[in-house]
């Protein structure tokens, strides 16, 4: 790992809108009446429910497992009563429906028997990561992967190198700032563990230079920790969107991830400061993750600040909790206003990737009518990952898909740096958006046509192999009635030849 920091090309510097948020502590929302929980909260295979309707359960206590290996389980955030389990509108861009489980609260907010453990070194790499999966730890930077699968590397990987993501470069988010902030220690357990589950050299605690107050409260906590010798707090310039992973390495290490490639190719974790503050309490305290702190910003909102959420709360018990001025039809922003998408219905469930909540933001208003392309070039000059935005746009637009793929869209991060910039107002974004759904439906497509091919192949071989094996077995059963045949004429000329040879006699 190099001392001296590194860049990476593009990006965008942006009038930050952080303070609006961080003048007040972290507060704890009202417990809701009725919550709705999404069994697909998480990147890979949907939760499976393992409650059924009126059944009464605890705060904590497991109602979906995980299913398969990319899947975690999904927790009760309060005591009460399982009312529904059906499909409920969810907090996704494209407006639809998913499998969700009701729970009515009893308002007594009881927990389950629940116990945590300071020697953690006396579990095996492999408990620390079964009980984090157990307790539904997942990214909580917005990507909401799995966390137990990034600490697991396997055999054909070393990693060197943990790196805690503090940088938070929406120019609205707070959260991580302020769980920094106020919860430093709870952050550094969860690094001690991950140090511990991955057996790391070297962990950098990587945050943007905006933020004076987090690094302060990060390095005192760490001065008391001499266990954590080998982690150190890094001031990273503030330039969007330095919190992208691959970018953030980039600054950190001067290494790139290469295309198709992950940073554990490099030897390299990322986790969410977030993240890390949930896995202390999972490991150190038995908490499964039930809730997470979420920023309630923008200029209709008269308290904005930073709330400890329950999973499940309706987002209009949030924003009326924070005095929200806002029309029922009006639309918002789930997530920051670069990489964030506008929902338009409030009683939506807040969930475990929902770090944001932008109410009176320009972004979020109906999008203007997009301009021709005047070829200006801005939106390669601003994009970090060193694309050919434009090229990449004409191509999408005309539905040329391998020619996208040749222009390497999926190393698009989707970070909103080309859109923002053009003076056309393309929601350059949309369209690799597009692009990149229409390859992946393509491939699905495909694969279900050569699965289907190879089925129908198959079908034929067994049919010829089951017709070759027919007419064999009836060519050995007509050659043994011509033997049987051939045997009884043998006898029977035998006989005959006898009885002349009696009557010669």
Known sequence: MTEKLASFPGGLVLDGQKRRSTQTPIRQTPLS?????????????????????????????????????????????????????????????????????????????????????????????????????????????????????????????????????????????????????ERAEGILDGIEIMHYALHVKNCVIAIEDNKAEAISAMELALSQRPELQNTKVVSIPTRYPAGSEKQLIQVITGKQVPTAGLPIDLGIVCHNVGTSYAIGRAIKHGEPLISRVVTVTGTDVAHAGNFETLFGTPMHELLAFCKTERQ???PFILGGPMMGYNLSGDHLPVTKTANCILVGVENAAPDAKPMPCIRCGECAT????????????????????????????????????????????????HYFRFAKTEIMNQQQETLKADNARIRHDNRQHRQELEKKEKQERQRQRK???AATKAAKEKEAAKQSNEADNVENN
Not at 55 to 71: F, M, N, T, Y
Not at 101 to 124: K, N, P, V
Not at 382 to 410: I, M, S
Request: charged share 20%.
């Open 33 to 181: 009446k009725n919550l709705i929980l999404p069994l697909q909260q998480h990147i890979g295979a949907a939760s499976v429910a393992i409650v059924e309707v009126g059944d009464k359960v605890l705060k904590g206590q497991k109602i979906a497992r995980a299913e398969g290996h990319v899947s975690v389980y999904l927790h009760a955030p309060s005591s009460g009563i399982i009312t529904a389990i059906d499909e409920q509108p969810i907090p996704h861009p494209s407006g639809l429906s998913a499998l969700c489980i009701s729970l009515e609260t009893d308002g007594e907010d009881c927990w389950i028997e629940h116990q945590g453990t300071d020697d953690f070194a006396s579990l095996s790499e492999h408990d620390i990561r079964q009980r984090i999966r157990e307790a539904g730890i997942v990214g909580l930077g917005g990507a909401g992967f799995p966390s137990f699968i990034k600490l697991n590397p396997s055999v054909h990987h070393h990693v060197d190198t943990l790196i805690l993501n503090g940088v938070e470069c929406e120019p609205y988010i707070t959260c991580d700032d302020m769980l920094m902030r």
């Open 382 to 429: 601003a994009c970090p990952v060193g694309l050919l935005p434009q090229q990449l746009y004409w191509h999408a637009r005309a539905k040329d898909l391998d020619k996208t793929e040749d222009y390497n869209l999926f190393d698009c991060i989707e970070c909103g740096c080309c859109s923002y910039v053009c003076p056309s107002k393309i929601p350059l974004v």
């Open 479 to 481: 050659a043994a009635l």
């Open 328 to 330: 029922p039809d009006e």
